[in-house]
């Protein structure tokens, strides 16, 4: 895979970068080197200005839609699941609590990983790292590639975590507990040969006690500045509401989100769906009617500095 820049935005093609946790399946086994040895690891255009507004869409178009997308999803090589060999050394964090401390134990390709969200030996969650894009270091938690993953789903399934890592997945709150202090997101799309980026320099998820609040600021990128619109919002999903401003947008929409009135950009939308404004959409880039066929959602800690890494 081909490493982007910031600079382009351009996103790597050859291969997806998933992260899931818990309910999340992973297609490989990873026999766990002991921790405090380092390890070396294999592969595995124009804005448009609107929001989509909370009014009820036709269902005429939604039938089936979870089994039969309306379009095929870019296509990508699946990574090779990275494999860990133990070598001499001391490792940097023998318990890394997300991928950028795996970078800098020197996993320098992306891969599967074990990370320990307490900082310590105990409970282990399987992610995927990006160490390519963007100076590496990113832990996905969003992607959307085939359609093959339903994201219309309850509370108690996107707090837990659902998908596969080799495919299409949502990271749970078990692997996020420490995105209540200050990260950068990276929101990485394509469609057909059209690439795009979206870069924030401020963000968080409050508790599930205060709904998963949405903190997002520092926009720089190429796609636009779509997440603005959702920036103090709580996390919405077809079961719960918290704060609803008329109609239940993500019943409408079909897909959790940190709705408002309702969105400018939604990628958990149907997969496909490029009428009744339920596909997966970043406003900004593609507008409304045009559903995005690969996403990744992805963060990494502020204080990170790709030079240090090595």
């Not at 992260?19 to 999340?24: E, G, I, K, P, R």
Request: aromatic residues 10%; contains cysteine.
């Amino acid at each position: 895979m081909k490493s982007p820049s910031t600079s382009d935005g351009k996103i790597a093609k050859d291969k997806p970068v998933p992260t899931v946790v818990q309910n999340v399946q992973s297609t490989s086994t990873k026999s766990s080197p002991a921790r405090g040895s380092k390890t070396t690891k294999n592969k595995p255009t124009a804005s448009v200005n609107q929001t989509v507004v909370a009014k009820p869409p036709s269902t005429s178009d939604v039938k089936n839609s979870k089994d039969k997308p309306a379009t095929n999803a870019v296509q990508t090589p699946l990574s090779t699941p990275a494999k860990a060999t133990t070598v001499s050394g001391k490792l940097r964090f023998p318990f890394p609590t997300e991928c950028s401390q795996e970078l800098l134990n020197g996993a320098l390709q992306s891969g599967e990983v074990d990370i320990y969200p307490q900082g310590k030996e105990g409970h282990a969650v399987r992610v995927y790292c990006d160490m390519e894009t963007d100076g590496g270091g990113w832990t996905v938690f969003q992607r959307r590639m085939n359609g093959k993953t339903d994201f219309y789903r309850t509370w108690s399934e996107y707090s837990a975590g659902f998908g596969n890592l080799s495919e299409e997945f949502w990271l749970g709150t078990v692997g996020n507990k420490h995105l209540l202090l200050s990260y950068l997101l990276r929101v990485d799309m394509r469609s057909g040969n059209d690439t795009a980026y979206a870069h924030y320099a401020n963000f968080s998820i409050d508790t599930e006690e205060r709904h998963y609040t949405l903190t997002v600021s520092g926009y720089t990128g190429t796609a636009g500045d779509s997440m603005k619109y959702h920036n103090g919002r709580p996390f919405s999903s077809r079961d719960k509401d918290p704060d609803p401003l008329g109609l239940h947008c993500a019943r409408a929409y079909m897909g959790g989100w940190w709705y408002k009135n309702c969105y400018k950009t939604n990628l958990n939308g149907l997969y496909g769906i490029n009428s009744n404004n339920q596909g997966i959409v970043w406003i900004d880039w593609k507008g409304k009617d045009s559903s995005i066929p690969f996403t990744e959602m992805k963060f990494r800690p502020s204080r990170f500095s790709p030079a240090t890494h090595g």
